[in-house]
């Protein structure tokens, strides 16, 4: 009965405070393949980890965007992969907003690029800004052509 009693206390960790027991942590519910990620509150489990190759390349003036991308990982064997970071400008922009493809020809800068893509698929979401401030974004699309260089990083999955 002691023993019961125990295991329903909250346990106290290095900080002094209660330590969560959470489902995850019972050994029927273990994997072989989880390991403890640690914080100071509580304990999760973490599965399936793995490692990822990071790339870094440009894309020069006059090139496409999304067309460079994608023929860099499969240059490269980047079966599917995730973009890390994406800073430059368009000379000229094509976004897919509520469906309808919009094209945007002034000079807008990339504030941020973020999806994942696959083979000749993608996902990948563009925020633009253009030099009054104006923000507009969307889906990715083919023909977006790059003004000066733009530095992309990518993780290959």
Do not use: W
Request: aromatic share 4%; charged share 30%; net charge neutral.
């Amino acid at each position: 009965e002691e023993e019961e009693e125990e295991e329903d206390t909250p346990k106290k960790n290095l900080n002094g405070k209660n330590k969560r027991k959470l489902s995850s942590d019972t050994d029927s519910d273990k994997k072989p393949t989880s390991k403890k990620a640690k914080t100071d509150d509580n304990q999760a489990t973490v599965a399936n980890r793995s490692t990822m190759g990071v790339h870094q390349f440009s894309v020069s003036s006059k090139e496409y965007l999304l067309e460079s991308i994608l023929k860099y990982a499969k240059t490269h064997s980047i079966n599917d992969g995730i973009i890390l970071s994406c800073v430059g400008s368009l000379k000229k922009a094509v976004v897919q907003c509520n469906g309808q493809n919009q094209k945007i020809s002034s000079g807008s800068d990339s504030v941020t690029v973020a999806g994942r893509f696959s083979g000749s698929e993608s996902n990948l979401f563009i925020t633009l800004v253009d030099s009054e401030g104006v923000t507009r974004g969307g889906l990715l699309q083919e023909g977006c052509r790059v003004r000066g260089d733009m530095q992309i990083v990518i993780g290959a999955l």
